[in-house]
């Protein structure tokens, strides 16, 4: 199934490249940048990747996403304070992927010092995919959402997976409107922007930063940025601290790696967290969720000493895990949501986002999802215990590296997603270095933010805040614009009466 797109394509030359110059120069001046994986260099800055116009989306779907986040917020929050959830979910896991259950001996040690005792700080990101399969094609759905171009029912969302850690691109989602509502404007159509959503993702977020600060309550404490050695989403990252500062200007923040916490940080007695004479009120963690980022032992003890800290983490550690795979899976069987959500009419929203999710343990359930992948790889996703983007298995290399785990336990650490297949749409993509913009076939994946504050028995806030959109080709499998496999995009929303074609 493919989607108009929000404007007849393709354009005159002259016209395509007039607007690509305007836009590098629009992304350029307004910090819609990336530094380079491979020429870097910390004093320069290249414009992200991103498509030249917004990407059609049914507004009724879109809707429905922005009323879920709270909900999903509550769901995940209670989730991650329930230890008994948490330890069934991981426990083939934590024996054999050794990064889960290094996460999981300090939630361990937390649980026995009486821990987590402080507030948490959720930054949540829901991603999810249009997905024609679900309704399209199943000649069931009711005459409300049947489009009327095309006589079948449009596709709705289904969940790809829920973000708790580094959940990135809250400057950048918002700045791709922005740069869309310039370009379609530039384009001579300006009739569009009114259907391009507003987009308030970076104030949220950062505001959700300042309120737990001034929950801390001691106003010389600072707000920690936990990152990478070397930050090449520096922008996104950046105007975080810049609006944290516009909304609060008596807060500072400060960067450090856990590297730096391992070699200059302590926790007191009282158990305030101190580094480099900081006193840390928040830490928003910006890395910690790769392997790769705790190259030696004392990178590890300094994510333990300060999960003890009082500092209010993003995420705290029960939230790293909640964010796991093995979590999500265990949330999609029948019954589960319901531990968590009283409402039936949430319950059911919840549950209608879920794509299936299949367990791939050594037991009878595991052996059928087993079987079924490896008769027909093409339908499924394999999803390891990771974060950051580039750790799946796709398609035909799903038997071959199945068939080489079939009798590991390492087995355990993997879920089986049904495929998802979106809708695609044409647009042009504009990438640094690129000559020309490319006129090409692409699919989308919108990520709704959000934010939760509370304890184990109290939700203090609860708010979505906006949303991000990545595009990608549509015959790729990864599609991270940090990691150089998608591009920047904006939600156009539409009316059922012309969200697809035949």
Known sequence: MTMDPCIPLPIPDDQLEDLVDKAKDYALMHGICMRQKDKFDRDALHFAPFVLFPTPFPRDEYNKAVELQPILNELMHKVAHDYDFLKESLKHAIKVDDFTGRLWYIYETIMSEGGPTQLSLGMLRSDLMLDQHNCCQCGTCPPERRCEKSG??????KQVELNTIASGFGWLGPASGLLHRYVVAEAGRGDLLKD????????????????AWKIYAKPQSVIMFLVEDVTYNICDQKFHEFEIRRQCPEVYVIRKTLTDLANRAEMKEDKTLWIDGHEVAVVYMRCGYHPDQYPTEKEWEARLMMERSLAIKSPSINYHLAGTKKVQQELSKPGQVEKFLGDKAQIES?????????????????????EAAISSPEKFVLKPQREGGGNNVYGADIKPFLEKIKDSEERNAYILMDRIQPPVTTNYMVRPGQAKAKLVDVISELGIFG?????KNTIHTNKYVGQMLRTKLSHVDEGG??????????????????????
């Open 152 to 157: 079948k029912s449009f596709c709705s969302w």
């Open 196 to 211: 391009i959503p507003d987009n308030g993702a970076l104030e949220g977020l950062s505001g959700g930063l300042v309120e």
């Open 350 to 370: 919840v549950r209608d986002i879920f794509t299936g999710l299949y367990s791939l343990d050594h037991d009878e359930v595991g052996n059928k999802s087993y």
């Open 451 to 455: 934010y939760v504050i509370g304890d």
């Open 481 to 502: 614009v940090a990691a150089g496999l998608g591009a920047l995009d904006s939600v156009y929303l539409v009316d059922a009466g012309r969200c697809c074609l035949t």
